[in-house]
């Protein structure tokens, strides 16, 4: 059985992206917590960005989530979760690298980091401008994800890609502190339950974070 070693952060929506990935493909993955804002110099040799995800697997040490889960794809096709088409294929690059970097920047950054990252690394408390902004924007993005799924079955097209466990992994981290407004849109609040429900999910929503207590609905599957 393959054994992969992934360095992570359990709220971060980059770590959980590639946890997916290999719970999906089957890889079975040992987790290690890294404290990245300590600078240890350990981890700076396998990741001199000092950011994670890091992961080992056969011998190489990965890092950067975007090409983390492209290298999986490559190497261990199936299941597959990237379409053959090439058109289809930059869709589904085209809304991971949406929630990786807009909703990252607009969102994510601006109430998971400053409500949980801040605590959790000494850097003070939230900036009440900042978690304004970011409940405002989700807004928008909960929307732009209604009219994906109105036009199609998954948030790519008709299967389900990197680009659902992409932005799941976003929406669960938000939604272990409450900040996703479920009843903004039925069709993102069924297509989550979707992706949720899949035994990729399962370890995910085991995770608990000192300090944070997730709502009672988490990790409910049936939700």
Same mark, same amino acid.
């Given at each position: ?34 404290? *990245?804002?300590?600078? =240890? ?24 989530? %975007? ?75 909960? =929307? *732009? ?18 680009? =659902?466990? %992409? %932005? %799941? ?20 609040? =069924? ?33």
């Amino acid at each position: 059985m393959i054994t992969a070693e992934l360095y992570h952060v359990p709220l971060s929506p980059f770590c959980r992206k590639v946890r997916l990935s290999l719970a999906e493909k089957k890889i079975e993955c040992k987790l290690i917590e890294e404290r *990245y804002w300590e600078k =240890d110099t350990d981890f700076l040799r396998r990741n001199p960005a000092g950011k994670v995800p890091v992961l080992k697997l056969n011998g190489k040490v990965l890092a950067e989530s %975007a090409a983390i889960c492209e290298y999986l794809e490559e190497v261990y096709p199936e299941p597959s979760l990237m379409p053959d088409d090439p058109i289809e294929r930059h869709e589904v690059r085209r809304l991971v690298f949406w929630f990786d970097d807009k909703f990252q920047h607009e969102v994510t950054s601006k109430l998971l980091y400053e409500r949980v990252n801040k605590k959790v690394t000494g850097q003070g408390f939230p900036d009440s401008k900042n978690v304004r902004a970011g409940l405002s924007a989700i807004k928008f993005h909960l =929307d *732009y994800m209604t009219w994906l799924l109105d036009h199609r079955r998954w948030l790519a097209g008709d299967r389900m890609t990197l680009a =659902d466990f %992409a %932005a %799941a992994a976003h929406l669960s981290s938000l939604d272990y502190i409450s900040d996703v407004d479920w009843n903004r849109s039925a069709a993102v609040k =069924d297509w989550y339950a979707k992706v949720k429900s899949r035994p990729a999910f399962r370890n995910i929503l085991m995770d608990q974070v000192p300090g944070f207590l997730p709502p009672a609905h988490y990790a409910d599957l049936d939700f």
